[in-house]
């Protein structure tokens, strides 16, 4: 039997994790990685190696595959397009457009009867910027509107900064309400075939506004765990998911929860699901992909897990004695750049 291709836009650890999900249902994979080396590369059949932007790579890559995903989505649409137009997508391009701008996604969410995100401001120039974030008390993060990931792209802004970008085009940012929550946790959505699913909250630890670690089972109320899956399903069916999407949320301190941002693919907060559950988020979104019926994830474990960022990746052999380890297999160690991460489990 000819087994069909899965092509995934990106080849950095969602998209490895992708791969090895794809491979135990059969499937064979073809990555489309913008770098030459990427940590998909060997756990994927085929690759392609180019410019997202590259439409006769990507007519290429379309070809090629039967079905398709995405491991980020900072990926030009036109090039969701050129695929969508020739082949089925999890997730559609209209979902991935909502969700690789911060304002469309902002106002997308707020759009929602009952849901609220942060409250943030756009900006034209400076003088407005200024007036803003003084009229925040300095009490805001400038969040380019586009290409931002773990915190890059953003700025806390005080009195003493502010002029430092005073030539940036302020159309390409918002101005962000700084928010003294209480928690962060996120909530995974799966839906496709009808059906919709989800991971109970985790909840999550930022450093310098980078993921540290996410813990299973969060430590919050049940009702405000119930209310952050309800919102969460919401918004999936709002958005019309098919696949995966992860929602993060703050849970601020009178338990009101509001809306941080999406992702509509895999999430590192939902990595857990790979050593505490019967089916991880990667193999949840491969049964959207194949159209097979999905079923609220078993859990057997309480679970944590740490990010290795940077050089704490030279610890991974000591931390392998003790606990399960993922290596990312980048190239190179850079400073907070996710390396690998580990389990605890309990
Ligand atoms: P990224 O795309 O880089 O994950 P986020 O908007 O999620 O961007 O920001 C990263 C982290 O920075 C958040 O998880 C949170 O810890 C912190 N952060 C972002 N926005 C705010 C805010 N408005 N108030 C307080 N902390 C914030
Ligand atoms: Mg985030």
């Given at each position: 039997m000819n087994s069909k291709y899965l092509g995934i836009i990106g080849g950095g650890q969602l998209g490895m994790f992708t791969c090895i999900?794809?491979?135990?249902?059969?499937?064979?994979?073809?990555?489309?990685s913008d770098s030459s080396e990427f940590s998909a590369k060997r756990f994927c059949d085929e690759y392609i190696t180019g410019d997202f932007n590259d439409l006769e790579k990507v007519d290429l890559f379309a070809k090629k595959a039967d079905f398709f995903t995405i491991e980020t989505e900072n990926i030009p649409l036109k090039t969701l397009k050129l695929i969508e137009n020739e082949k089925k997508i999890y997730p559609t391009s209209n979902i991935v457009r909502i969700c690789q701008n911060r304002l469309q996604e902002k106002k997308f969410i707020n759009s929602i009867k009952g849901i609220k995100t942060t409250d943030y401001y756009e900006l034209n120039n400076f003088k407005e910027f200024e007036e803003k974030a003084e009229s925040l008390n300095f009490r805001c993060?400038?969040?380019?509107?586009?290409?931002?990931?773990?915190?890059?792209?953003?700025h806390r802004i005080n009195r003493e900064n502010l002029k430092e970008f005073k030539n940036i085009y302020f159309n390409d940012y918002i101005l962000e309400k700084f928010v003294y929550f209480e928690k962060e946790i996120s909530v995974i959505i799966v839906r496709g075939n009808n059906q919709i699913i989800n991971y109970p909250p985790v909840e999550n630890v930022h450093k310098k506004s980078i993921l540290r670690e996410s813990f299973y089972p969060a430590e919050i109320s049940k009702e405000i765990a119930s209310h952050s899956v309800e919102l969460a399903k919401i918004i999936a069916k709002e958005i019309n998911l098919n696949g995966v999407l992860a929602v993060e949320m703050f849970v601020l301190k009178d338990s009101e929860v509001i809306i941080n941002e999406l992702a509509p693919r895999p999430h590192n907060s939902g990595h857990w699901s790979m050593d505490a559950c019967n089916e991880s988020q990667y193999d949840n979104l491969i049964k959207v992909i194949c159209d097979e019926n999905l079923e609220m994830p078993i859990i057997s474990n309480k679970c944590k897990m740490i990010n290795l960022i940077g050089d704490e990746y030279n610890k991974i052999s000591e931390l392998k004695e003790k606990y399960k380890c993922y290596d990312y297999f980048?190239?190179?160690?850079?400073?907070?750049?996710?390396?690998?991460?580990?389990?605890?489990?309990?």
């Open positions: 999900a794809a491979k135990k249902r059969g499937l064979k994979t073809l990555v489309f993060i400038l969040k380019s509107k586009e290409s931002g990931y773990d915190g890059k792209g953003q980048k190239k190179e160690v850079r400073n907070l750049r996710k390396m690998g991460h580990y389990i605890i489990l309990e």
